[in-house]
């Protein structure tokens, strides 16, 4: 695995991929190179990285007009010439014009990198001289702690109407294994979410998941049903027990953008729901999924998950190949 003694970040509005960039080449010098919009999360990252890589000296770097080229060469040009640069976040001009300015002063394509995911393909940062580095497993101390402090969020208390693992174990018994049950009264969903998150805990030793998160920073309010940390990656899993097709798209659309805000491009995100049966369309899951198609593009970042998938899950105790699948992706 590559190293840098010395690193440049160039920081876009989610540092998200900056973090996990300095956790994989360990430098011990970083220079955050931001515009005035993303001063915040420049200083939000700073703070983090101060206390994930002990001992690293993290400065920041402003841009006057991260629109005009020369000033983005002025800046990167006042850098060493030795530093590792890592062009991932930023603007595409603080990306072009860093890289050239770099470049420009004998950076070898060696010490220049990007984060990268391509269709099918497994993440990983790609360095310009055509070698790269797999994200997947490596122990990069992404947790839920870290995302609050990388985008300035405080964790509130839970819901009041909370139920604990066993009640909502329960109602699993009583909901999934009768074909003709109604959900009970624990809430829109929150058993569905517990004892999601219990088995998830069950079977994924490796992951920190969490259950009814409520996340609050001035002007954002964040309610999240299951969150699954794992190596570089979120998974968000947005539970319901509602069987309108219009109330689950809607549930879909916010767990996707969420996730997003919260895990940047590498992020995942699904719904559990009831969803069920067929109309004169064909089965309703099936409409649900191809809506996701249409939408999205495909199923690997954005997955459906049904009532027959909740009562296999239950059935077996355990995750299903499909989920696991998902999550180890």
């Not at 989610?14 to 955050?32: D, G, I, M, S």
């Not at 070698?131 to 702690?145: K, M």
């Not at 809430?187 to 992951?207: F, I, K, M, T, Y």
Request: glycine share 10%; hydrophobic share 40%; net charge neutral.
């Amino acid at each position: 695995m590559r190293s840098a003694e010395q690193l440049i970040l160039l920081v876009g509005g989610n540092p998200l991929p900056n973090y996990l960039v300095a956790r994989l080449l360990e430098p011990r010098v970083v220079f955050l190179v931001h515009s005035g919009e993303t001063l915040e999360p420049a200083r939000r990252l700073r703070e983090v990285l101060n206390q994930r890589i002990p001992g690293a000296v993290v400065t920041l770097h402003g841009l006057a007009d991260a629109a005009e080229a020369g000033e983005v060469h002025r800046i990167v040009r006042q850098l060493p010439a030795s530093a590792h640069l890592d062009y991932t976040g930023g603007t595409k001009v603080m990306a072009a014009h860093g890289r050239l300015a770099f470049a420009s002063r004998g950076g070898e394509p060696a010490r220049a990198s990007y984060l990268f995911e391509a269709p099918g393909d497994r993440a990983c940062l790609r360095f310009d001289d055509g070698r790269s580095e797999a994200l997947l497993r490596r122990e990069l101390g992404l947790d839920l702690g870290v995302l609050m402090g990388l985008h300035g969020l405080r964790r509130q208390p839970g819901r009041q109407t909370a139920v604990s693992a066993d009640e909502a174990r329960a109602e699993a018994e009583r909901f999934l294994a009768e074909p003709e049950a109604e959900a009970g009264q624990a809430g829109p969903g929150h058993w569905l979410e517990v004892w999601l998150a219990d088995l998830l805990r069950q079977h994924l030793p490796d992951a920190e998941v969490s259950q009814g998160v409520h996340l609050e920073r001035t002007g954002r309010n964040l309610e999240l049903d299951v969150l699954v940390v794992r190596g570089h990656r979120l998974h968000l899993i947005s539970c319901t027990t509602a069987k309108d097709l219009t109330k689950a798209k809607l549930k879909l659309f916010e767990a996707s953008h969420r996730a997003r805000q919260l895990g940047g491009d590498l992020s995942r995100a699904a719904l559990a729901c009831r969803v069920d049966g067929s109309d004169r369309q064909g089965r309703r899951i099936d409409q649900l999924r191809a809506d996701v198609q249409d939408v999205w593009g495909g199923p690997r970042e954005i997955e459906v998950f049904g009532l027959d998938d909740l009562r296999e899950w239950h059935q077996t105790g355990t995750p299903s190949t499909s989920l696991l699948r998902w999550l180890d992706h």
